[in-house]
C-alpha cells in the first residue's frame, strides 16, 4: 500500500524552528522528486519546495526562500522541510506529495495537479 505520513508539526515561537518528516512506505522514494505544499482554511493549497529525485535539485517559493531547507535521506525513504525562523502567516496545514513517477522538480512554484500521491498532512501553528 502506498503511503505517505507527514509528522513533526505542532506549535512553534515566530522565530523558532520546527522540522517536518515526511515518510514513505509501501514503495521506494529514490526515484520521485517531492514537494511540499501547505494550505489554510477556505484557501488553495500552494507549492512551498521541491527536492528532485535524481540530483537533489531543490526548489522554494519566495516566501520561504532563505528560511525553510527541504532534504531527503533516501535511505530512510523519508524527506524533511526544516523550518527556521518561522512567521505567524506560516501558519497551515502542511502536506507533502510526489511528483509523477521519475520527473524532476520543475524551476517553478509547485502544482497540486503535477502530484500524485498524497499524506495527511501535519497541522503547524506558529504563535507566540
Known amino acids: 500500500q502506498v503511503q505517505l505520513v507527514e509528522s513533526g508539526g505542532g506549535l512553534v515561537q515566530p522565530g523558532g524552528s520546527l522540522r517536518l518528516s515526511c515518510a514513505a512506505s509501501g514503495f521506494t522514494l529514490d526515484y520521485y522528486s517531492i514537494g511540499w505544499f501547505r494550505q489554510a482554511p477556505g484557501k488553495e493549497r500552494e507549492g512551498v519546495s521541491c527536492?528532485?529525485?535524481?540530483?537533489?535539485?531543490?526548489y522554494y517559493a519566495d516566501s520561504v526562500k532563505g528560511r525553510f531547507t527541504i532534504s531527503r535521506d533516501n535511505a530512510k525513504n523519508t524527506v524533511y522541510l526544516q523550518m527556521n525562523s518561522p512567521k505567524p502567516e506560516d501558519t497551515d496545514v502542511y502536506y507533502c506529495a510526489t511528483l509523477t513517477y521519475g520527473r524532476k522538480c520543475p524551476y517553478r512554484t509547485p502544482l497540486v495537479y503535477e502530484y500524485d500521491y498524497w499524506g495527511q498532512g501535519t497541522q503547524v501553528t506558529v504563535s507566540s
Open positions: 527536492i528532485s529525485n535524481s540530483d537533489g535539485t531543490t
